[in-house]
């Protein structure tokens, strides 16, 4: 099954400081998203990006979308201690309900 | 308020005993799926199913089992013919007409003595 992949494995930086992750899938979805996990908790979804969209912005998260590559990239700007988290993507080629393949996830470390 | 509840967080098994985690939602959503995550790795489905009384097969349904005898719940026995039952067990909904954004349960971790 397809299945993205997420780069890097994991991410030290510091407070203030932008944190850019990035994922890569191998088939044609209809959508990509992006979820962030706290240790030990479950899923928190935070955006999703349609196949004929290639930019989306909440708050300060801001995804991109290049289909012609199957990649995208997730955007997190002037990050904080509370960001540290695991951030995953998820592609969805269904239509109808989600049958969602997730990454293996970005780990992130934001230092005070 | 509005959610999805599993039970238990925690939960110790003697190898060869089967074991049943619930998933309980009152968001009345139609579709529920079970995932397992392992320690470093991603989210891989086991079941899901989009209506009651149905279900279907995911990627390592091998050694679980579920029902779907009510909208609002989902369980999910980890029987004893599941070689590595140790992990991460997550549940989650999404509703008719959702764009596929998948609502979470906190989780259930078990583990095999």
């Known amino acids: 099954s397809q299945q993205g992949e997420e780069d890097p494995q994991a991410l030290s930086i510091q407070e203030g400081e932008n944190a850019t992750m990035n994922c890569s899938y191998k088939t044609s979805i209809n959508n990509l998203q992006w979820y962030r996990q706290n240790s030990g908790r479950g899923l928190v979804h935070l955006i999703l990006i349609r196949s004929n969209e290639r930019e989306k912005h909440s708050g300060r998260l801001r995804v991109t979308l290049d289909t012609s590559k199957k990649s995208s990239s997730l955007l997190i700007t002037a990050s904080r201690a509370a960001d540290t988290a695991s951030y995953f993507c998820a592609t969805d080629a269904s239509s109808g309900y989600s049958t969602l393949t997730f990454g293996k996830g970005t780990m992130l470390l934001v230092s005070p | 308020d509005g959610g999805i509840t599993q039970s238990p967080k925690y939960l110790f098994r003697k190898e060869g005993q089967n074991v049943t985690l619930s998933c309980e939602q009152n968001?009345?959503?139609?579709?529920m799926y079970w995932y397992r995550q392992d320690p470093g790795q991603g989210l891989r489905l086991i079941y899901y199913s989009q209506i009651v009384n149905d279900f279907q097969k995911g990627d390592i349904a091998e050694g679980y089992s579920v029902s779907r005898e009510k909208k609002e719940s989902f369980p999910l026995t980890v029987t004893s013919a599941q070689k590595n039952p140790t992990a991460f067990y997550l549940c989650?909904?999404?509703?008719?007409?959702?764009?596929?954004?998948?609502?979470f349960g906190e989780g259930s971790r078990l583990t095999v003595l």
């Open positions: 968001l009345n959503h139609d579709a």
């Open positions: 989650a909904s999404t509703g008719q007409g959702n764009t596929g954004e998948l609502f």
